[in-house]
């Protein structure tokens, strides 16, 4: 009795065939923290950049009240630079949820970062913007004081991660 | 946009948004803290927050308290806001900065803008803290308290007699004088003293001018006198009450800015504050919508040179009241003298005699367009040929130049207000050397010594040293004449203008210049007296002239091209004389010549100190200088400079020459 060889057709179907599926690997569980700054992130991103564009209309159709600087130019610098660092700490919101899982962080530090960078994303551009909206002469307007309290979260924050990191 | 500013300011905002900021940030903290530390957390920043924002709002209302009083007390920016005047079409720099950075920032390095400054920090030159300053039997007690400027006027007795606080600043280049505003209104008084900011030293502000000694004290008010130049748009609306006058005077921006020489900006704003006008306008035409350019290149350079003149002349007023309560009429781009309730006079038009009855006054008004200014305002701001004598009147000169009239030149052809290199004189690049002239005058930039017979490099090849001599006086100085003139000894006699040539040949006297001219540029000879023949066109001027020529001649003896091609070794004896002239302005001008003589570069002389002090000083000074004279060694004297062999004034003609002085009270103020 011959054993009859597969026709080409058949070798061709053969190989083509999806091998039958491997029994579904558990997927890593998601840090709470990953979806919390990745959401805070985006969603500060989007208003930051909102804020530019408005910045950008003030510019374009030489509105008065930021572009009639009188003798400082305090409150242009601090609106621009809200916008310029809220822009930036919303990026490092979006960077930080996306390279958590790979940190291999400590609960507690990854707890404790989350939470200063989340306070230093409000309070720094917070701090600008609000210095910004009411100056008095070349002095910006007592909102600036949020912004030393949120520098020193940004601090925190980095360097908690800077060493947590493993 | 303002008015959630606004809000955020008044109604306590600035401090609860952020502290409700803070709570929000810290709120996340506060999941698994235990009490205390959730206590700690609230806490430490709020308190921190509230802490450090308290003593900054105490802080800004004090400074705003203090600068909402100022602003009271003057007429600073009063019109600025359409909201309180429809009409207004005014807008201040500050929004011209937005778009024109560049020459904003040129604006605001200039004396320009800082012709008229409220009274702070920034703006007062003067060492104000602790200065004691006479007035006659009282003294001035002036105190810096904070960013405010106060004078305590103390009686004889000891007794306070007033406090005020200081308001306003005029001038920043050479001289500071300070105004004291009113309490009823924002009428501004003078400060009696005036600083003079390159020998950092306060003068009374009588000597600060040159004025007869015998004159009134000066008690011009800004409101009346000051406002027109060192204001934008200002109107004095100055009216008299039982307590006397008082002003409610508005000026759309205090210095000179913008839209004093662009006209009002507001139609040209609103109208490029739409991107698409920008983009269609970048075409110059359009460019200049809503406003005026007075570059010659865009205007025609009469009404160019106009919109200087508007401040930089001698104008008659026929109708002052009106114009005081009104303001000047006149916009960059218009005609002066239609439109600015004033006629920039050209007396070589009228020099003679002030009509002697009501026909010939009509006849002269009808053919000048003004009334005769009067004889005594003449002679007192005009060369008896009509060329003017004071500085800041330069459009007055540039009228009767040649070049305005027949070519055109204006005032831009050499001075840029955004592109200058210097801001002493906003000259425009290069403009300080031959190429001012040469611009036009190309054919003598080829063939220049052969034109001024002097050595290329000479001061003697400066075309401005030969056509714009220093003959107007001004600031405790002479300075250049803008009327573009050329030397000649028939004017000097017929005016008493020294010549060009004898202003730097200032040992020479006026045949010399007749011999060379007559060579040089083929003048008749004029006929001259024994004296004119004899002695120095200089020092005859410096003896027998009237105070301001008797000034110029003095800067003369101490400007350095002078004493290269004159020699400076003979001038001191004549200048320690002239440090006792009668006018103080005189006075200064002469120790600062006699400052030039390296021998005496230290003298000390306190200008408007009282005759005893300066006696003491000039003996003091003339002791030096006699020290250092050589002896007596049979030197011929030199009778041109009336010197005898040591060098010093021979008295007896020094006497003789002054008896013949001219010794008409005069005024020459700026």
Redesign the interface.
Known sequence: MSKQKPTRRERSEQQTQIPPAKPAATAPARLPEELRHFRFGWWSLFVFVCLGVLLEAFL????????????NETHRLMLRLGHAHGTLLSLMNIAFAAGLARMNLDGAVRQLV??CL??AT??VP??FI?GG??T??A?P???I??LP??AL?LLVALFKLARGVR | MSGVTAAIDSLGLEIIIPALLLLVAVLPFLLNANRNQALGLLAAPFLLALGLGYLKYQADHTAAASEGELLRATPAQVRLSPDADPGNAYTSSQTCRACHPGEYDSWHKSYHRTMTQLAKPDAVLAKWHGTELPLGQARLHLEKKGDEYWVTTVGADGIKQAVQRLTMTTGSHHLQVYWVGDKAGNMQHPFPYGWLIADQKWAPVEDTFLRSPHGAPVDAKWNKVCIECHSVAGKAAVSMTRQGQTARTEVAELGISCEACHGPAREHIAHFQNPFNRYTGRDEAKAAHGIKNPDTGKMDHRKSAQVCGQCHSYQFTPNPPKRLAQGPSFLPGGDLNAAANAVAVQPSKFTGAPPKSQAEARQFAASHGHPHPGGEWLTDRFWPDGMVRVTGREYNGLLDSPCFQRGKMSCLSCHSMHDYHDRNDQLAPRMETNAACTQCHEDIRENLTAHTKHAANSAGSSCYNCHMPHTTYGLLSAIRSHQIDSPSVAAQLKTGRVNACNLCHINQSLSWTNEHLAEWYKHKPAELNTESKRISSVLEMLLKGDAGQRAIAAWHMGWEPARQASGGDWQAGWLLRTLNDPYSAVRYIAHKALQADPRLAKAEFDYAAPLAKRTTQIQKTRTDWEKQLPEQTGVAQQIELLIDGQGKPIEAEARRLEAKRNNRPMTLQE
């Open positions: 374009a159709f030489r509105v008065g009240w930021y572009m009639d600087t009188g003798a989350s939470r989340t306070a409000l309070l917070g701090g609000l909206l009411v008095h002469g002095e307007g007592l909102g004081i949020l309290v949120g979260f």
